[in-house]
Nanobody, 125 residues
Framework: DVQLQASGGGLVQAGGSLRLSCTAASRFSIDDYTIGWFRQAPGKEREGVSCISRSDGRTHYGNSMKGRFTISSDNAKNTVYLQMNSLKPEDTGAYYC?????????????????WGQGTLVTVSS
């Protein structure tokens, strides 16, 4: 399984921005995988945030993230980014990146076989 490292979380005030990174271990090429971002708030189920297709770069966003979050890929750095703007307290949670082989971008957890560890995002009001 591909090994992923998520980073970039932190504490930010409402309205602020953060950029999360998901980097694949060097022996893997991140563009061989569709990458998804998920988040899990305390006491809640993990939900899909965004994803980017390995085949054509198509992207998909959860409804509450559209217009605020942007997913992108830098293959030279073997990294997928999640730029999060206009953050709200309800965006607080542990954010995870995951890799799957399907070329269809999906925010369904079942589409992903490899998961990185979470990075914590806390948005204060």
């Amino acid at each position: 399984d591909v090994q992923l490292q998520a980073s970039g979380g932190g504490l930010v005030q409402a309205g602020g921005s953060l950029r999360l990174s998901c980097t694949a271990a060097s022996r893997f090429s991140i563009d061989d995988y569709t990458i998804g971002w998920f988040r899990q708030a305390p006491g809640k189920e993990r939900e899909g945030v965004s994803c980017i297709s390995r085949s054509d770069g198509r992207t998909h966003y959860g409804n509450s993230m559209k217009g605020r979050f942007t997913i992108s890929s830098d293959n030279a750095k073997n990294t997928v980014y999640l730029q999060m703007n206009s953050l709200k307290p309800e965006d607080t949670g542990a954010y995870y990146c995951a890799a799957g082989r399907s070329s269809v971008p999906s925010t369904s957890r079942s589409s992903y076989a490899s998961w990185g560890q979470g990075t914590l995002v806390t948005v204060s009001s």
